[in-house]
């Protein structure tokens, strides 16, 4: 494809999806040609229609191949969103088709958004599809497991080229509005096709877009239009409620605000959601309770390896009070015997992660109990995955993870392909630089079952699937157990 066709077949590409209009047609090339450094378009047509992931590569190795651009995953991230920025639809644009899309349903609205999300490559579908992605099945329920693949690892050379740049302020974060169009830089992604809905919630300005690393179906996030901290107090369960009413066929739900228990993110209050039913939201409630003052609405314990409340009815004023109550209740809480401590030396450990839906007919509100009390055994976090687990997973669990759906990291595809192979051939591994973190666990699995070159693939990911969910009991505040629940039902009638 020469670097003409290129520029057609994109012209070809966005016109068929919608991105542009047949009359922006010469608009655009002029555009292009002019990034490209080109006097002159020649009309060559490409046979058929190439994807998308084609037609930029052709554009990525003429820009490298003539000097306008590093060869690194970083810099061609940079260029080709510049390119895409050209074809995708201005904020007003973009926002005048939601809202006449929203008058007819919100489930439309949103549909068209995530479309054109895709279509923009704001959200890189063809590195999507190359995330591992799996389910296992335990007492649980169907837990999702993921090995991400579609965050690109930073070369060694813009790595270099980051820690020399000059740091900026602008945008202060990621979630932070001045994304939308901004260019990016070796440290900061480019987002010249990104674009955000505005949405009101709790009488508060806010913002909705997608993520562009999608973890499950429609994944969006709601986030304040102002760069301040994460908080989770009445208000917050309040803008989830919005959230909901806004988009009824969308879970929403928030990190907790505090580290090792928190998000990524928590000098940007943002929540997270979507078009997807987690693990978490399926699994019944086990053991029902009641608050005084509040039988309209239904509460429990919810079978989950985590320590989950339910809150369920119509009237989301009193769920929400509900909810305060047993947030402020939490915060001071402490159990000695079930290690529990509400701080130490000032240091606040208690926190919740709340997630909220509409469910036939009745608004819920998951309260998932948190603590990120750390110790000399457990530095990185008591209530957080433990060491005999780190092979799988160390870094901290998260809302999405909460849920059921577990992000593992993306070295797991190569180690576990080798770790296979030495399985098979009854290779000595601890010794093995890469794999030896793994060998006490291939032991297990080696003993457990009688593996060959037919079940070995689903075993291991069965075990992995297995690992997650203890890690995510490992993160539960109370045990599953009869002492656990005992201690979980002393602190709801502590509430």
């Known amino acids: 494809m020469t670097i003409f066709q290129a520029i057609n077949a994109l012209c070809d590409y966005s016109v068929k999806s919608g991105l542009i209009e047949k009359e922006d047609r010469v608009f655009c090339i002029n555009r292009v040609i002019d990034i490209l450094s080109i006097d002159e378009f020649i009309d060559e047509k490409y046979e058929g229609q190439p994807a998308l992931e084609e037609i930029l590569k052709t554009i990525l190795d003429y820009a490298c191949e003539n000097g306008l651009c590093e060869n690194s995953v970083v810099y061609r991230d940079l260029f080709d969103t510049r390119i895409m920025g050209i074809f995708t639809p201005k904020p007003s644009q973009v926002i005048n088709e939601f809202k006449n899309r929203y008058a007819v349903s919100p489930e439309s609205a949103t549909e068209y958004y995530y479309n054109l999300s895709v279509n923009s490559d704001y959200i890189r579908r063809y590195r999507i599809k190359n995330d591992v992605k799996w389910v296992t099945k335990t007492e649980y329920g169907d837990i999702d497991i993921t090995i991400n693949l579609s965050k690109p690892e930073k070369d060694p050379k813009a790595i270099a080229a980051a820690k020399n740049s000059k740091q900026s302020g602008y945008p202060k974060c990621q979630l932070c509005i001045e994304n939308e169009g901004y260019a990016g830089r070796v440290n900061h ?244 630089e890469v794999l030896s973190k793994h060998s006490d666990w291939a032991e297990m699995i080696k003993n457990k079952y009688d593996i060959n070159e037919n079940n070995i693939d689903e075993i291991l990911k069965d075990e992995i699937g297995l690992v997650f969910s203890s890690i995510l009991e490992q993160c539960g505040v109370f045990e599953r157990n009869e002492t656990g629940k005992k201690q979980f039902l002393k602190f709801i009638e502590s509430v």
């Open 189 to 432: 992604p480019a987002r010249e096709n990104h674009r955000i809905i505005p949405i009101t919630i709790n009488n508060e300005e806010w913002c909705f877009q997608y993520s562009p690393y999608v973890y499950y179906n429609e994944h969006c996030i709601a986030l304040n239009s102002k760069h301040t901290p994460m908080i989770i107090n009445r208000d917050a369960f309040n803008k989830l409620f919005d959230f909901v009413k806004l988009f009824p066929h969308y879970f929403i739900g928030s990190n907790a605000d505090l580290p090792i228990v928190g998000g990524s993110i928590l000098t940007h209050e943002h929540f997270q959601g979507g078009n997807y039913t987690f693990a978490m939201a399926k699994a019944p409630v086990e053991t029902e309770v009641k608050f005084n003052g509040y039988d309209d609405i239904s509460a429990g314990i919810v079978r989950w390896p985590m320590s989950v409340i339910r809150l369920k009815g119509k009237d989301t004023v009193k769920i929400t009070e509900l909810a305060e109550k047993i947030l402020l209740k939490w915060r001071s809480y402490d159990d000695e015997k079930a290690f529990i401590f509400s701080n130490t030396d000032g240091v606040p450990h208690n926190a919740v992660t709340p997630i909220a839906r509409f469910r036939d007919g009745k608004y819920e509100l998951d309260l998932v109990l948190r603590n990120n009390i750390t110790t000399d055994e457990y530095p990185d976090g008591y209530y957080h995955p433990h060491p005999e687990y780190h092979h799988i997973k160390k870094e901290n669990i998260g809302l999405i993870e909460v849920m059921g759906l577990a992000v593992l990291p993306s070295r797991l595809k190569n180690e576990i392909n080798a770790l296979k192979t030495a399985i098979l051939n009854n290779a000595d591994i601890t010794s093995d």
